[in-house]
């Protein structure tokens, strides 16, 4: 319950479509935290070796040229 009521620190867009499994919740990096982090790692090739749902390599999308997301949970990767 904690972490629904702060979905929008991690999504602000949330409400157009965002899914998340239950582990994703204690996982996903916060929307400002990833988008600092790519903000100042700036590259042509991002790989996200763990992407989860994709709190990171959406922020990386952003700022980078290209990112390549890889997780091993088939359903996280669609979600992502």
Excluded at 19 to 28: I, L, N, S, T
Excluded at 45 to 65: E, K, L, P
Aim: charged share 30%; hydrophobic share 40%.
């Amino acid at each position: 319950e904690k972490y629904w009521k702060r979905r929008y620190n991690f999504f602000t867009r949330f409400d157009e479509g965002i899914r998340m499994d239950p582990e994703a919740w204690f996982e996903v990096t916060p929307e400002s935290v990833a988008r600092h982090l790519a903000d100042r790692l700036p590259y042509d090739t991002v790989v996200d070796g763990t992407c989860g749902v994709g709190g990171n390599a959406i922020q990386f999308a952003a700022a980078s040229r290209r990112v390549v997301a890889v997780d091993v949970d088939a359903q996280r990767l669609r979600d992502a």
